[in-house]
């Protein structure tokens, strides 16, 4: 009989207090920050600058040496997340990315070159 509740309770009883913690932890996290934030703690507002410049050295190593046959869809792939690391970084520095957003075709490619060069002159090489 007691083996049988044992089994019972480790079948049943123990993944449901599983996914109960799961699901209840992340919002236990989010409290702990809110009143980390009400105490006048910091507030993070962006990614440390390091995590940035390595995310844009691997985005755009996958762009360089992206295969000369790849499909249209992991080369746009590769093309968006270069932009979306570029513009991040180019936030951090303080460097106005909006003609990225507005440009297509060749003059999204410049304005790649220029954020890269801007980026550049302020000591973050994106390569």
């Known amino acids: 009989m007691a083996t049988g509740v044992l089994v019972h309770a480790a079948i049943f009883v123990a993944p449901t207090i599983v996914v109960l913690l799961i699901v209840l932890l992340p919002g236990a996290a989010r409290r702990a920050a809110q009143r980390h934030r009400a105490a006048g703690g910091p507030i993070p507002r962006r990614r440390a600058v ?17 295969e000369p046959d790849a499909s249209r869809f992991h080369r746009d792939e590769a093309c968006a997340r270069y932009d979306a690391v570029l513009a991040e970084a ?20 410049i304005a790649r070159l220029e954020l890269e060069e801007a980026l550049i002159q302020h000591g973050l090489a994106p390569h």
Do not use: F, M, S, Y
């Open 50 to 66: 390091q995590v940035v410049a390595a995310d844009l050295r691997r985005a755009h190593h996958a762009l360089v040496t992206l």
């Open 90 to 109: 180019c936030a951090i520095a303080d460097i106005p990315a909006d003609r990225l957003d507005e440009a297509t075709g060749i003059d999204r490619d």
